[in-house]
């Protein structure tokens, strides 16, 4: 309990982290110069806040989900080991018994188990609760032959409390791990994790467009400015050197002139 404990404050620490790793290596980015200038330090400064809130908030979203996870499958593999071992006991505890009924009561506990590890499991892949019906009736075979032992010896009346105990073990274990075939993360949660998940590809997207400012992808850097530039000056000073200019060759400027 101590190592699964810790295990889920670690997943959960490490999500954050990265969550927030990834917020600050998406403000350093664009504050790289990706940008092209066109953000300023008080609009990184809230991008920064931003990315760095949404990364948070996801990794401690993903974190949580990690550890109910975590837990799920822990709580599904204990039953399906829980499940073997009462079995295992139960073919151990019928050994005071006389051979009819020790190896009838052995034979259909292995055609239970076999039936569990088979049809059973195909059941619970496609989440049905009831199991298999073929796993049901050798369960149901298997409590009938408890039913039957007779102790009609002081060896087999010290028996009776684990042969019996050992059965419903093994039918409580059954069950629980045909419970744990459905999911514990509510339809809401997962809806949740999927619009954070869209939130960071749009803000990776928003980076990729920042980070290639020349590349026409959404926000480009335009000659906007260079283009005013060249019409005030037009304006001030008009006269034949704003004439089309001639096409520059590559030896032309290498020769400068």
């Given at each position: 309990?101590?190592?699964?404990?810790?295990?889920?404050?670690?997943?959960?620490?490490?999500?954050?982290?990265?969550?927030a790793a990834v917020g600050l290596w998406i403000h350093r980015?664009?504050?790289?110069?990706?940008?092209?200038?066109?953000?300023?330090?008080?609009?990184?400064?809230?991008?920064?806040?931003?990315?760095?809130?949404?990364?948070?908030?996801?990794?401690?979203?993903?974190?949580?989900?990690?550890?109910?996870?975590?837990?799920?499958?822990?709580?599904?593999?204990?039953?399906?080991?829980?499940?073997?071992?009462?079995?295992?006991?139960?073919?151990?505890?019928?050994?005071?018994?006389?051979?009819?009924?020790?190896?009838r009561l052995r034979r259909d506990l292995v055609c239970l188990?076999?039936?569990?590890?088979?049809?059973?499991?195909?059941?619970?892949?496609?989440?049905d609760l009831t199991g298999s019906s073929i796993t049901n009736?050798?369960?149901?075979?298997?409590?009938?032959?408890?039913?039957?032992?007779?102790?009609?010896?002081?060896?087999?009346?010290?028996?009776?409390?684990?042969?019996?105990?050992?059965?419903?073990?093994?039918?409580?274990?059954?069950?629980?791990?045909?419970?744990?075939?459905?999911?514990?993360?509510?339809?809401?949660?997962?809806?949740?994790?999927?619009?954070?998940?869209?939130?960071?590809?749009?803000?990776?997207?928003?980076?990729?467009?920042?980070?290639?400012?020349?590349?026409?992808?959404?926000?480009?850097?335009?000659?906007?400015?260079?283009?005013?530039?060249?019409?005030?000056?037009?304006?001030?000073?008009?006269?034949?050197?704003?004439?089309?200019?001639?096409?520059?060759?590559?030896?032309?400027?290498?020769?400068?002139?």
């Amino acid at each position: 309990m101590t190592w699964s404990l810790l295990l889920n404050e670690a997943v959960l620490l490490a999500c954050i982290v990265a969550g927030a790793a990834v917020g600050l290596w998406i403000h350093r980015r664009v504050a790289s110069g990706g940008s092209g200038g066109e953000v300023d330090h008080h609009d990184m400064d809230r991008l920064g806040e931003t990315i760095g809130f949404i990364g948070g908030a996801f990794g401690i979203l993903l974190g949580l989900l990690l550890i109910f996870s975590v837990q799920h499958y822990g709580d599904a593999r204990n039953s399906a080991r829980d499940e073997a071992v009462a079995s295992s006991s139960l073919f151990k505890s019928a050994s005071p018994f006389t051979q009819v009924e020790r190896d009838r009561l052995r034979r259909d506990l292995v055609c239970l188990m076999r039936s569990s590890a088979t049809d059973d499991w195909t059941a619970g892949e496609s989440k049905d609760l009831t199991g298999s019906s073929i796993t049901n009736a050798w369960e149901a075979q298997v409590q009938a032959d408890v039913e039957k032992l007779t102790y009609d010896t002081d060896a087999r009346n010290g028996y009776q409390y684990f042969i019996v105990q050992d059965s419903l073990d093994v039918s409580k274990a059954r069950q629980a791990r045909l419970l744990y075939t459905q999911p514990d993360i509510p339809l809401l949660v997962r809806m949740s994790v999927i619009a954070c998940s869209i939130i960071l590809l749009v803000t990776i997207g928003t980076l990729t467009a920042l980070d290639e400012p020349f590349t026409g992808a959404g926000s480009s850097v335009t000659p906007v400015a260079l283009n005013g530039a060249l019409t005030r000056l037009h304006d001030a000073t008009p006269g034949p050197i704003w004439d089309p200019c001639p096409t520059m060759s590559v030896t032309t400027a290498n020769s400068g002139g």
